[in-house]
C-alpha cells in the first residue's frame, strides 16, 4: 500500500520535474571554418602536448638508470630540458588561447615559429596553424 502510494506520488511529479518536449528535427548549427581550425589546432596542440611530456618522462627515466655512465647522462638531460621548456610554451599558449584570445593569438604565433623545428609533428602543425589558424580574427580585431 505505502509503495504504491510512493510510486503514484512520484508519476504525478514527473511531468513538473521535467516537462516532454518535442524533438527538434532542425539542423544543428553549422560551425565557421574558423572556429573548426581553431578548435582542431587546439586539440593538436594538446596531444603534441601530451607526446612531448611522455617522452620528456621516459627519456628522464632512461637517464637514471644504473649503467648510464655520466657523461652520456649530460646530453639526454639537456633534451630533456628543451623539452621542458617547449611543453610550458605549449600549456602556456593554451591557457593563452583560452582565457585572452588576444593574448593567445601572439603566443600561438610565436609557438608555432618554434614548433618549425621540432619535426615531424611539430613542423606539421606549426605549418597549420601558420597557414590556418587566427586568420579571420586579425583583421577584425585592428
Given at each position: ?11 504525478r ?6 516537462p ?12 565557421s571554418?574558423r ?9 593538436l596542440?594538446i ?6 611530456a ?9 637517464s637514471r ?20 621548456l ?7 599558449t ?10 593567445g ?17 611539430g613542423t ?8 590556418k589558424?587566427?586568420?579571420g ?6
Amino acid at each position: 500500500m505505502l509503495r504504491s502510494g510512493i510510486s503514484a506520488a512520484l508519476a504525478r511529479q514527473r511531468y513538473h520535474i521535467m516537462p516532454i518536449e518535442p524533438l527538434s528535427y532542425a539542423s544543428p548549427p553549422v560551425e565557421s571554418a574558423r572556429a573548426r581550425h581553431n578548435r582542431i589546432y587546439t586539440a593538436l596542440l594538446i596531444a603534441l602536448t601530451l607526446f612531448c611530456a611522455m617522452g620528456m618522462t621516459s627519456l628522464f627515466f632512461l637517464s637514471r638508470v644504473a649503467t648510464m655512465s655520466p657523461e652520456s647522462r649530460w646530453p639526454i638531460d639537456m633534451v630533456i630540458g628543451i623539452y621542458a621548456l617547449l611543453v610550458a610554451a605549449m600549456i602556456t599558449t593554451l591557457i593563452l588561447r583560452g582565457v585572452a584570445p588576444r593574448a593567445g593569438r601572439v603566443a600561438t604565433m610565436s609557438l608555432n615559429i618554434v614548433l618549425l623545428f621540432l619535426f615531424p609533428f611539430g613542423t606539421a602543425l606549426a605549418i597549420y596553424g601558420l597557414l590556418k589558424v587566427d586568420k579571420g580574427e586579425a583583421l577584425a580585431g585592428t
